[in-house]
């Protein structure tokens, strides 16, 4: 049973809980995002599977997910990038955020979200039990997506987005 570290608003571990029970809950816990940038200024998307427990069939930033009890958020996000992605390249984290939202099938996510840069100008060998597909993307495009269709995109995508460009200028 894989389980999410509880935080309060200052990013402090206070527990942990089921993963799912805590998103049943919208339970204030840890999470990363990680955003990788090609050397066009490319950002590497990538849909989330149909099956996911949340979210499921959107597109979203390069890697999301939560470090488990006692891990470091650095190497959390080093681990889920290469499980996720297949491969790993330096990160920086470049700022954080909590956000409260309702998610698919009456879940809630409410995270302390660390937010992560890294550059990388190879094709990814995705997991497809994780990602159906990936693509680059022009970050202008990007935005006109959003701002077009902004239900086939995950709701901390489209919150970090504007954060991300500020710190690419």
């Known amino acids: 049973m894989e389980r999410v570290v509880l935080v309060d608003q200052n990013g402090r571990e206070v527990g942990t809980e089921e993963k799912l029970a805590a998103h049943r809950k919208g339970l204030l816990h840890r999470a990363f995002s990680i955003f990788i940038f090609n050397s066009k200024r490319e950002l590497l998307l990538q849909r989330r599977t149909e099956d996911k427990y949340h979210s499921g069939g959107l597109w979203s930033n390069t890697c999301c997910s939560h470090p488990t009890s006692g891990e470091n958020i650095v190497d959390a996000a080093h681990r889920r990038l290469k499980e996720e ?14 956000y409260k939202t309702p998610v698919s099938d009456g879940l809630i996510e409410h995270e302390f979200d660390h937010v992560f840069v890294g550059y990388f100008d190879e094709s990814p060998v995705h997991n497809p039990a994780e990602i159906t597909e990936w693509r680059w993307t022009p970050l202008l495009s990007l935005q006109k997506e959003i701002s077009e269709n902004p239900k086939q995109y995950t709701y901390w995508l489209k919150h970090s987005l504007d954060k991300i460009l500020l710190y690419l200028d």
Do not use: A
């Not at 790993?88 to 470049?94: A, K, R």
């Open 85 to 98: 992605m297949g491969f790993d390249c330096p990160l920086e984290e470049v700022f954080s955020f909590i």
